[in-house]
Nanobody
Framework: QVQLVESGGGMVQPGGSLRLSCAAS????????MGWYRQAPGKQRELVAD???????VYAESVKGRFTISRDNAKNTVYLQMNSLKPEDTAVYYC?????????????WGQGTQVTVSS
């Protein structure tokens, strides 16, 4: 019932840009915390950015100034604008939702989208 569907991944040269989208369904999107995580080969999954229901955003230090997370509640979609991409940004990027169902906290993940930064 809960679905998070990512799109927008691909291959880009260093210094390039991509915009990831995550369309959510099955949750009350406007009250959910949304985020982007990534997992590079041989590394643990890490938080990239998250955005609260009121629009406040937090970023990993490694992406500050380059990435911007935003949300459009009318479209039930969260975005990650990625600029000045570096090879170390290469990873599978996952959309994440943090929401409540009758006061019980629920967490949901998308299937992931590959981002490859290479020349």
């Amino acid at each position: 019932q809960v679905q998070l569907v990512e799109s927008g991944g691909g291959m880009v040269q260093p210094g390039g840009s991509l915009r990831l989208s995550c369309a959510a369904s099955g949750i009350i999107f406007s009250s959910a915390g949304m985020g982007w995580y990534r997992q590079a080969p041989g590394k643990q999954r890490e938080l990239v950015a998250d955005i609260s229901s009121n629009g406040g955003a937090v970023y990993a230090e490694s992406v500050k100034g380059r990435f911007t997370i935003s949300r459009d509640n009318a479209k039930n979609t969260v975005y990650l604008q990625m600029n000045s991409l570096k090879p170390e940004d290469t990873a599978v990027y996952y959309c994440h939702a943090d929401f409540r169902d009758s006061y019980r906290r629920r967490l949901s993940w998308g299937q992931g989208t590959q981002v490859t930064v290479s020349s």
